[in-house]
Nanobody, 119 residues
Framework: QVQLVESGGGSVQAGGSLRLACAASIYTYACMAWFRQAPGKEREGVAVFRRYGTATYADSVKGRFTVSRDSAKNTLYLQMTNLKPEDTAMYYC???????????????WGQGTQVTVSS
């Protein structure tokens, strides 16, 4: 059974950094992605990472967030720098084959990890 487990969330002040990790039980997907959902808002895509190493980012995080993967550990990372209060959300990793920005493109999801940024 496919499992995705996120870790690394926490509370930081604005301008700080966090690194999220998503450990996958297997890695056969074309894409993995990071999404986030703030209270009262819809889930939105943050970054999409394609199997062969290319990544695309939402405009709101470009230049601040970086996705990387450790193939040996089947783990996807989201390095977040210069965090802002508006980055506060539950962050989820997802896996699938559509490489889409829509959550409907991903059949597998982690449980989420909370990121809180205070001003």
């Amino acid at each position: 059974q496919v499992q995705l487990v996120e870790s690394g969330g926490g509370s930081v002040q604005a301008g700080g950094s966090l690194r999220l990790a998503c450990a996958a039980s297997i890695y056969t997907y074309a894409c993995m992605a990071w999404f986030r959902q703030a209270p009262g808002k819809e889930r939105e895509g943050v970054a999409v990472f394609r199997r062969y190493g290319t990544a695309t980012y939402a405009d709101s995080v470009k230049g601040r967030f970086t996705v990387s993967r450790d193939s040996a550990k089947n783990t996807l990372y989201l390095q977040m720098t210069n965090l802002k209060p508006e980055d506060t959300a539950m962050y989820y990793c997802a896996a699938g084959w559509a490489c889409a920005w829509s959550e409907q493109g991903y059949p597998y999801w982690g449980q989420g990890t909370q990121v809180t940024v205070s001003s």
